[in-house]
């Protein structure tokens, strides 16, 4: 399976959004990673549907969102109106999961959860053959720029072990201390979507950034 690059604008300079997305388009991102945060659930606060919106118009690629909120249900609709093709939410704040995901189906999104590194991957066992994806947390939702944690590669393992013992070849997405250093060790444990922010944005050239992380990865691929 191909892996896909997903920069999270969260690192990008918001005063110049338009030009984040381009550049990383220009270095071959898959698509855009929009993190939202609602102050309650993580303690920081990002955007909403509005930004989405705006992004969307200047996207190319499509637009993966992940709701770090309280009351993802509510909002939903919202951000998939707004253009999210992507929609992940947190399954510890959800006590229908299922519904939940059903729900964002509905509304013609791929939909995923999300779970905290202190998350066990058994909470997934029993919506695990009806997910389009699974976004495994590898920090401490809330802010960009932190360290990896290193357990969350047998973390990517187990989720992919219980993904395919329910029959579902839903791609695991992982998000947070991404690089080019850990790259290819993600994607052997089973990753095959990358969201990296600091490593994109936080570089000099984010299109060269975003196609040094591919070419570490692919490292595994070629194998």
Same mark, same amino acid.
């Given at each position: 399976?191909?892996?896909?690059?997903?920069?999270?604008?969260?690192?990008?300079?918001?005063?110049? @959004?338009?030009?984040?997305?381009?550049?990383?388009?220009? *270095?071959?991102?898959?698509?855009?990673?929009?993190?939202? =945060? !609602?102050?309650?659930?993580?303690?920081? +606060?990002? =955007?909403? $549907?509005?930004? #989405?919106?705006? +992004?969307?118009?200047?996207?190319?690629? %499509?637009?993966?969102?992940?709701? =770090?909120?309280?009351?993802?249900?509510?909002?939903?609709?919202?951000?998939?109106?707004?253009?999210?093709? &992507?929609?992940?939410?947190?399954?510890?704040? +959800?006590?229908?999961?299922?519904?939940?995901?059903?729900?964002?189906?509905?509304?013609?999104?791929?939909?995923?959860?999300?779970?905290?590194?202190?998350? %066990?991957?058994?909470?997934?066992?029993?919506?695990?053959? !009806? @997910?389009?994806?699974?976004? #495994? &947390?590898?920090?401490?939702? *809330?802010?960009?720029?932190?360290?990896?944690?290193?357990?969350?590669?047998?973390?990517?393992?187990?989720?992919?072990?219980?993904?395919?013992?329910? *029959?579902? %070849?839903? $791609?695991?997405?992982?998000?947070?201390?991404?690089?080019?250093?850990?790259?290819?060790?993600?994607?052997?444990?089973?990753?095959?979507? +990358?969201?990296?922010?600091?490593?994109?944005?936080?570089?000099?050239? %984010?299109?060269?950034?975003?196609?040094?992380?591919?070419?570490?990865?692919?490292?595994?691929?070629?194998?």
């Amino acid at each position: 399976m191909k892996v896909l690059i997903a920069p999270s604008i969260l690192s990008a300079d918001f005063a110049a @959004l338009g030009k984040a997305v381009a550049d990383a388009e220009a *270095g071959g991102a898959d698509l855009i990673h929009v993190d939202v =945060m !609602d102050g309650h659930f993580v303690p920081n +606060l990002t =955007m909403g $549907p509005p930004v #989405v919106r705006a +992004l969307k118009k200047v996207a190319t690629v %499509p637009l993966d969102v992940h709701l =770090m909120i309280e009351a993802p249900d509510r909002y939903a609709e919202a951000f998939v109106s707004a253009g999210a093709a &992507m929609l992940s939410v947190h399954v510890e704040v +959800l006590p229908h999961l299922h519904r939940s995901i059903q729900y964002i189906k509905s509304l013609g999104a791929r939909a995923g959860v999300a779970i905290n590194p202190s998350t %066990p991957v058994s909470s997934l066992e029993e919506i695990a053959g !009806d @997910l389009d994806h699974v976004l #495994v &947390m590898s920090v401490n939702p *809330g802010f960009s720029g932190q360290t990896f944690i290193p357990r969350s590669e047998s973390k990517i393992q187990a989720v992919r072990a219980l993904l395919d013992a329910a *029959g579902n %070849p839903a $791609p695991i997405e992982v998000d947070g201390g991404v690089d080019a250093s850990n790259a290819a060790r993600l994607v052997a444990a089973g990753a095959t979507i +990358l969201v990296a922010g600091n490593a994109i944005f936080g570089s000099a050239d %984010p299109a060269a950034a975003t196609r040094a992380l591919r070419a570490a990865a692919s490292g595994i691929l070629a194998r």
